[in-house]
């Protein structure tokens, strides 16, 4: 398996300052253990400096050893250029949002090393898709997430390089028009976008997960853990960057108000038996959580 957002596991938060190469390494151990092949370290929105700083971390700790090279395939960036707005913005800190410009993509991108993989933004936060164009010219696939942006504007960034969208049905509010709406945009495009799913059953329902799949297409679809320190932990209250995040016996990460998830728990060989419960084959999961995530990457 090949993870395409991981940011954290087993007790490591990779997006925090304390990130030391032992414990990425104990992390990378338990991957493997798991069945996964490699994975996107994910840095989400911060302080601009902080995340410059926890990315350059992500690259020190990755040429320390052998097996975190491996594993650590590359980085993805969620954020900051993401919709501030109460809903979409979801885990991510609002005051640190900003709009897109290309000196500070620059900058995340040089603190990376070289490493980026996938830029996730809004595109309504890049009106005229100056910096998805730049990252796409780059050979980053350019994703939308915690966004709201039009059908037109959807379509702007689409035709300067966007490829991809951040875990469809989340990053945005629970209550939404019932049609002209960011899932139901974004599945209009699913020709011209991989889909990025997160398979816990909580994120998105299966019987929804399996609508998206059966909407999409499998072949276009790829399934993410979205996984944060929690993951394969149990109940307790976990870090992920900044926040403190409550596990319960549901094993779902809340917000300590619970107004929204932040990331996700259950690690990928948990959701391919959600898939099977769903009745997809063998090789229908192997698309989603090996082969399509590897190829929507040139990997």
């Known amino acids: ?69 491996k594993m650590i395939a590359g980085i993805h960036i969620e954020g900051p250029f993401l919709s501030p707005i109460d809903g979409f913005i979801g885990a991510h800190p609002p005051q640190h949002s900003c709009q897109a410009n290309t000196d500070l993509a620059k900058r995340l991108l040089d603190a990376a090393g070289g490493l980026t993989k996938i830029f996730t933004l809004a595109p309504e936060q890049d009106p005229d898709a100056k910096v998805t164009s730049w990252l796409a010219a780059q050979n980053i696939v350019v994703s939308a997430g915690h966004c709201d942006p039009s059908i037109d504007q959807l379509k702007q960034s689409i035709d300067a390089g966007l490829s991809m969208f951040t875990h469809l049905g989340n990053g945005c509010p629970q209550q939404m028009h019932r049609h002209d709406n960011i899932i139901q945009r974004a599945l209009s495009f699913a020709d011209h976008l991989w889909l990025g799913l997160i398979a816990d059953g909580a994120h998105v329902p299966l019987f929804a997960l399996k609508n998206y799949l059966d909407c999409a297409g499998i072949d276009r679809c790829c399934v993410v853990s979205d996984a944060i320190s929690a993951t394969g932990l149990g109940p307790g209250r976990y870090r992920l960057a900044d926040q403190e995040v409550i596990i319960e016996e549901d094993l779902v990460p809340w917000a300590e108000d619970r107004s929204h998830f932040v990331g996700s728990a259950c690690p990928l060989k948990k959701m391919v038996l959600n898939l099977k419960t769903i009745g997809l084959s063998e090789e229908e999961i192997d698309k989603l959580v090996r082969i399509n995530p590897l190829k929507s990457i040139g990997m």
């Open 1 to 69: 398996m090949f993870d395409l957002q991981l940011n954290g596991y087993v007790g490591v938060d990779f997006n925090g300052d304390d990130l030391t190469a032992e414990k990425m390494l104990h992390a990378c151990e338990v991957l493997k253990q798991d069945g996964v092949s490699g994975v996107l370290a994910t840095i989400i929105t911060a302080d601009h400096d902080a995340m410059c700083n926890r990315l350059a971390k992500i690259v020190e700790c990755r040429e320390a050893d052998p097996l975190i090279e």
